[in-house]
């Protein structure tokens, strides 16, 4: 799905869909509709889709008959990754789920201007969000409110191809979490083969001011966890997870308002690539320009084009006004299998029982 190939509207005619009924949701489209001629017309009045399987029709019945029946009614397809909440993210692999990968492409370019829809979809790996009520009296089902793509192979190490929060469920940070689970899913900062990433570019207007807000913060996130904890390093301390909102804290005034970083350094803290890290902090407009060679906490000579002298207190600033918090809304303990954080007790167990 190379963003920068033409729309693939030229092989198939621009279909208008009125409304698309997704579930009990009635949703209209902000694109033209590119599904099959031959199963929606031109001019369709109501196009059913299945919000659990995004097989779609035109006829009511059928539908109704499907939602009673749909083999996904109970459970999506694919592994769950992370849970927490009642928010998890499946991962659905495009080979092994062809037909769920198309549908939930056609589904998604009725929201989604920028990307062409893809039908080979089997290089692909889509990643589910859904939300499921804990209170079982609630919801028998849960609901999929959104999801991104990814290239299984990336040449650009793109950690993400196309994210979509479904119209009825954007802003509420949703798409936060799926960037935030995205760049985990990178393992830039694990063993196993990660690297530092980003989305495919070019962004849509939407996407990148998405994409310009979360990166700001997850920027801001590592600068004033390393204030907080004192140390250059990115893991928070978990005793000092309880802090929501970010106060400024007595000993701020003790240190140096100014601190000469180098972009890299942040984008290995934060698995970000070096101009997405330039990007967040002109977002914030925490760096003074022209910063000169400075002595570092480390006592090494900051000489790197790359050095950048930021303001801290601004940071704080930013912060307070954006209402951050410093909690990142992404839990690594809602990472499950090979994802999951590793606990070290039982590491320490194991090494211990480990004969000697
Ligand atoms: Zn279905």
């Known amino acids: 799905m190379a963003s920068t190939k033409p729309p693939s509207r030229v092989q198939t005619p621009a279909r208008n869909v009125n409304h698309v009924v997704l579930g009990n949701l009635v949703l209209k489209p902000w694109n033209q509709a590119i599904y099959p001629a031959d199963l929606v017309t031109k001019d369709t009045d109501r196009l059913y889709v299945c919000r659990w399987c995004f097989r779609y029709t035109c006829d009511a019945g059928a539908f109704a008959q499907h939602m009673r029946v749909c083999e996904h009614r109970t459970t999506p397809p694919g592994e769950k990754v992370y849970d927490h909440g009642g928010y998890a993210v499946w991962k659905v692999d495009g080979q092994d789920h062809k037909l769920f990968g198309q549908n939930l492409s056609l589904f998604a370019k009725l929201f989604l201007d920028n990307k062409t829809v893809f039908f080979d979809v089997a290089t ?51 798409g936060k979490l799926l960037m ?140 307070q006004t954006h209402n951050l918090a410093l909690d990142d809304p992404v839990r690594a303990d809602g990472f499950l299998g090979e994802w999951a954080p590793k606990i070290e007790s039982e590491e320490e167990e194991r090494i211990s029982s480990e004969p000697g």
């Open 124 to 174: 692909f790996l889509f990643y589910i969000l859904t939300f499921t009520d804990p209170d079982p009296d609630k919801s028998d089902t849960y609901h999929v409110l959104g999801f991104f793509s990814k290239e299984k192979l990336s040449w650009d190490a793109n950690n993400l191809a196309c994210i979509l929060i479904f119209p009825p469920y954007q802003r509420k940070q949703l």
């Open 180 to 319: 935030g689970v995205s760049y985990k899913l990178s393992g830039w900062d694990t063993d196993s083969g990660g690297h530092i990433g980003g989305p495919e570019k070019p962004l849509s207007d939407l996407g990148q001011k998405s994409y310009d807000r979360f990166w700001a913060e997850r920027v801001a996130r590592y600068l004033l966890q390393e204030k907080k904890d004192g140390k250059n390093k990115s893991k928070s301390n978990p005793g000092e997870s309880d802090q929501k909102k970010p106060a400024t804290p007595k000993s701020a005034r003790k240190r140096p308002l100014r601190e000469t970083m180098t972009v890299e350094e942040i984008g290995q803290a934060t698995g970000m690539l070096n101009e997405d890290v330039i990007t967040a902090l002109k977002t914030m407009d925490v760096v003074k320009t022209g910063a000169s060679p400075k002595k570092r906490k480390m006592g090494r000579l900051v000489a790197d084009d790359n050095a950048v002298n930021i303001r801290k207190s601004d940071v704080w600033a930013w912060a």
